[in-house]
């Protein structure tokens, strides 16, 4: 049985450690590298490109970063 990770238990770096990343907290966000990055996990993960344009998947980049802005599949599909 696996449990969820209260918050606080989240390091800021979490996300960079899994991914390979090395953004830091209050780095500027860089929209060529996120565009990248988008890329890379739909190709990994062998995901469909509307995986970014569902509400669950904008919501939680919205949460990881504010700054970030939504990306269609139209762009993904580009991009690859």
């Known amino acids: 049985?696996?449990?969820l990770r209260k918050?606080?238990?989240i390091?800021?770096?979490?996300?960079?450690?899994?991914?390979g990343g090395s953004r830091a907290p209050g780095q500027l966000f860089n929209l060529l590298e996120y565009r990248k990055?988008?890329?890379?996990?739909?190709?990994?993960?062998?995901s469909s490109f509307k995986l970014?344009?569902?509400n669950?998947?904008?919501s939680l980049i919205a949460y990881c970063n504010a700054n970030a802005t939504t990306i269609s599949r139209k762009t993904i599909k580009r991009d690859i």
């Open 1 to 3: 049985m696996t449990t």
């Open 7 to 9: 918050r606080a238990e």
């Open 11 to 19: 390091s800021p770096f979490t996300l960079a450690k899994n991914t």
């Open 37 to 46: 990055l988008m890329a890379v996990m739909v190709i990994e993960t062998n």
């Open 52 to 54: 970014v344009e569902s």
């Open 56 to 58: 669950a998947f904008r």
